[in-house]
């Protein structure tokens, strides 16, 4: 980086004031910033590659990206999931250029090396020009490890990080209410949606991590339909935000639970004949939360986000709870490719299955009733905050920030009894501060 | 033209339009586009029927040799209820963030191959469309480009959008919303 562009990203900087709430906004557009997170967050956190109902047989594979890397994760034909640099060990060309399918091989389009789904190198073009060592030195570049948590696989480039059950921490509880709440868990609703926003990572990652307050003016539309076709208004929408619960976990997680009002039905917009199954696979106080639910949001450090929300579109339909996950995948400081998945329970109909699909992607989507307002202000505080004065300034998050915790929650985490605090958001960005600042950007192996 | 060629030899049940036929229905196609262009969405609400059944995929990425089954994404799911609503968002100017300040857009319909259901005397019509749109006064403009599948019933002497199926060509879409009409 040059010093005509004023960059921020020296070792041993601070750029979350902890004491003070407020952040650099460098930290949204400055390119040293974005390059030294790649080694720093990227490289070193667990990251989310799909869901294990994408590659149900052998020889399924996926292509995704990790890091600014891409992978191939593969379903073995031994039935083990696996994830390898998307890179022949020859000249580097990508062995797999298409987003998904099934193989037994993965031969490259240069020189017809090919690989097993194992990762290992089975011939050359020429194999009698190697020796055996130099063969076995020529495998795939595997993930450092690779794991699974209610069906979510995530993976990791640093050998030295902790499991990914540590990793994720108390955030499972939720995780486990969500994605495990009937015997064969959610499965995936069709290949994801993908589309580019231009904004910083971090913007969307705060947004579903959690910020309730913007929803009373950025979804003041939706809401004031919903309204008007007898659903929850804003005012109302909002006092229920200000009741809480926001949570938020050691290594930057956190989440909300919205509750319907007291005078609603128990699982609005629950299959009703999976009710007892709910019942059975989840404790009891998940269950309480389940009933009673409205809206979760939450976001895992550093980019993958969920939202389960019961939503209408049309006057006479009862509101229908569906889930999303988010993986706000930067390319550059100022640009994600939005990756959006949709999900149902296993065990739902057909019919439920393509009618959540449905009020999803009204919704929450490229072309979704709240989501397209989001990705426009998203899109408007790189270009609000990239000028040379503008990022002089802060960024705000001081809105209740003496808070105190909750101390009769009956859920694990930090509990916060009103989501309008913006303490989850800062609690994201603390610990982004703790890893851009500490051993001077280690660099994996 | 009108379409002894096409639009598909696997359509079973179609017949040839007459010239005064695909005049008709080119004209409704333009004006359509006029409508959502001049940003006339209630008057374009008008346009279709009360059952419509309105989506919009994009492809994903596969290997040649499974072309044929690679799914697609879906990237909207709407009928009549959920257009109207769509509409109400957008034409107000307190309820949309994504289309305040709008959209300019400018949709070019062009590739038009009609036929005739014998059945039910509805026309099956395929057209390429591109849809310009630039956003603020900084950015770069971006074409959406897309074939659709429509189906137009006849109502006295006017056309109504019966199911419209929108194909993509874009498997990543380089713009961060959806907020227009396809």
């Known amino acids: ?445 | 033209m009108s379409s002894s060629e096409g639009p598909s030899p696997n359509m079973t049940g179609l017949t040839a339009v007459t010239d005064q036929e695909y005049r008709h229905v080119t004209e409704f196609l333009y004006y359509e586009a006029q409508l959502l262009d001049r940003r006339k969405l209630n008057a374009w609400l008008e346009l279709l029927t009360d059952d419509i059944v309105y989506r919009v995929v994009a492809p994903t990425v596969s290997a040649l040799e499974d072309e044929d089954q690679a799914p697609e994404v879906l990237f909207m799911d709407e009928d009549r209820a959920s257009l109207r609503t769509r509409v109400l968002q957008l034409s107000t100017p307190e309820y949309t963030v994504a289309e305040n300040p709008p959209s300019i857009t400018r949709r070019f319909v062009t590739n038009i191959f009609a036929t005739k259901e014998g059945r039910t005397g509805q026309f099956v019509v395929t057209s390429n469309l591109l849809l310009y749109r630039s956003r603020g006064s900084r950015e770069a403009p971006y074409l959406f480009s897309a074939e659709r599948q429509d189906a137009l019933q006849r109502a006295g002497d006017r056309l109504r959008i019966a199911r419209r199926s929108v194909r993509l060509d874009e498997a990543v879409l380089g713009t961060r919303n959806m907020s227009v009409f396809f």
């Open chain 1, 1 to 445: 980086m040059t010093r005509a562009h004023n960059s921020e990203a020296g070792a041993g900087q601070s750029w979350v004031k902890e004491k003070e709430g407020r952040v650099s906004r460098s930290i949204f557009t400055d390119p040293a910033i974005y390059e030294r997170e790649v080694e720093s967050i990227f490289n070193r956190s667990w990251l989310f590659l799909g869901h294990e109902t994408e590659l149900p047989d052998p020889g399924d594979y996926v292509t995704r990206p990790m890091g600014d890397d891409h992978v191939i994760v593969v379903r073995g034909e031994d039935g083990t999931l696996r994830a390898f640099l998307n890179s022949c060990m020859h000249r580097g060309t990508q062995l797999c250029r298409a987003d998904a399918g099934n193989t037994k091989r993965f031969t490259c389009p240069y020189h017809a090396w090919t690989y097993n789904t194992q990762g290992t190198l089975l011939k050359t073009s020429f194999d009698r020009y190697y020796n055996s060592e130099t063969f076995s030195q020529l495998n795939l570049v595997p993930v450092a490890q690779l794991d699974t948590h209610a069906g979510l696989i995530f993976a990791t480039w640093d050998p030295q990080a902790p499991a990914l059950k540590t990793y994720l921490g108390d955030i499972r509880w939720y995780l486990d209410m969500l994605f495990r709440r009937t015997p064969a868990g959610m499965e995936v609703l069709g290949p994801p949606q993908r589309w580019v926003v231009e904004t910083n990572w971090k913007v969307p990652a705060l947004n579903f991590g959690t910020d309730t307050q913007h929803a009373i003016r950025a979804h003041y539309g939706p809401l004031a339909i919903a309204e008007q076709y007898g659903g929850i208004s804003s005012a109302v929408l909002m006092q229920l935000a200000d009741r809480g619960p926001q949570i938020s976990f050691p290594g930057g997680h956190g989440c909300i639970i919205i509750p319907f009002p007291e005078e609603m039905p128990d699982y609005l917009g629950f299959p009703t004949e999976l009710i007892p199954t709910y019942e059975s696979e989840l404790n009891y106080a998940q269950c309480n939360f389940l009933k009673r639910l409205f809206v979760s949001v939450g976001t895992i450090f550093p980019y993958l986000s969920w939202i389960q929300i019961a939503a209408s579109t049309v006057p006479e339909k009862p509101p229908l709870s569906f889930m999303s996950l988010r993986l706000w995948q930067p390319v550059g400081p100022h640009k994600i490719e939005l990756w959006s998945w949709y999900f149902a329970e296993h065990e739902a109909s057909a019919a439920w299955k393509m009618e959540m699909r449905k009020t999803a992607i009204q919704t929450f989507a490229m072309s979704g009733l709240f989501e397209e307002d989001d990705a426009e202000i998203w899109a408007s505080i790189v270009r609000g905050t990239k000028g040379s004065i503008a990022r002089r300034y802060s960024t705000d998050f001081r809105a209740g920030f003496a808070t105190q915790p909750l101390t009769d929650f009956p859920g694990p985490g930090t509990a916060y009894g009103s989501h309008i605090p913006e303490c989850e958001q800062f609690n994201l960005l603390r610990h982004w501060n703790s890893l851009m600042t500490q051993g001077n950007g280690r660099t994996i192996e």
